[in-house]
């Protein structure tokens, strides 16, 4: 392996984590905006959890794209993608995964712009909810976990 190949993948594994607490964050913050009695609603901008979720996850799409640039297991595949595509891990690294994210970055894409077009604060923090909820559900089904069989990967990067 190449040393800037485990660089961006070293990155890719720890942006990981700013990805998924900027979910959370998201989530936390605009369901306690969304569900709260109108009398104690926190007035708290849920501006900086939405940068937070969709500049990590940008971040996030540009280093995936790189590795299928540069890592051996994108290059195996693009050598032979027929027979790629019934290769577990090979499929899952190349055609899955990556498609699932991107319809995860757009979700979340098509929610902060939602949301900030709305002056209602409720209704944005539904939107948010929402949007949120559904972009992070997706992207925690096709995230390598250590406990998914044939794609496991760490929970931190191996090497540095
Ligand atoms: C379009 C978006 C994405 C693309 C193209 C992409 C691509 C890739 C590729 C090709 C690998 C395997 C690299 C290798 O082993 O050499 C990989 C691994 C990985 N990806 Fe992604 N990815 C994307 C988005 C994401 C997102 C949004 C997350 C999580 C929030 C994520 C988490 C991971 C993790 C944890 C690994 C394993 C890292 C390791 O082995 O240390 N990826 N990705």
Redesign the pocket.
């Known amino acids: ?1 190449s040393a800037l ?1 485990l660089l ?3 990155l ?2 720890v ?3 700013l ?2 607490i900027g979910g959370a964050w998201l989530i936390a913050a605009s369901a306690s905006q969304a569900f709260a009695p109108a009398t104690a609603r926190a007035r708290g901008s849920l501006r900086r959890p939405w940068q937070l979720y969709v500049g ?2 940008h971040l ?2 540009v ?3 790189l ?2 640039l ?5 290059d195996a595949a693009w050598s032979d993608l027929g027979a790629a595509m019934r290769v577990r891990q090979l499929r899952f ?2 055609l899955e ?3 699932v ?2 319809l ?2 757009v979700i979340a894409q098509r929610g902060s712009v939602r949301a900030r077009h709305i002056l209602e604060g409720t209704r944005a923090a539904r939107i948010s909810l929402l949007h949120a909820a559904l972009s992070l559900l997706l ?2 089904t ?4 250590p406990f998914r069989d044939a794609v496991a ?2 929970w ?3 090497r540095w």
Do not use: D, E, T, Y
Request: charged fraction near 5%; glycine fraction near 6%.
């Open positions: 392996m190949h961006v993948l070293a890719h594994n942006n990981r984590w990805v998924v990590s996850l996030q799409v280093l995936g794209v590795l299928l540069i890592s051996p297991v994108a690294f190349v995964h990556p498609a994210m991107v995860g970055l992207i925690l096709a995230v390598p976990w990967r760490g931190w990067p191996a």
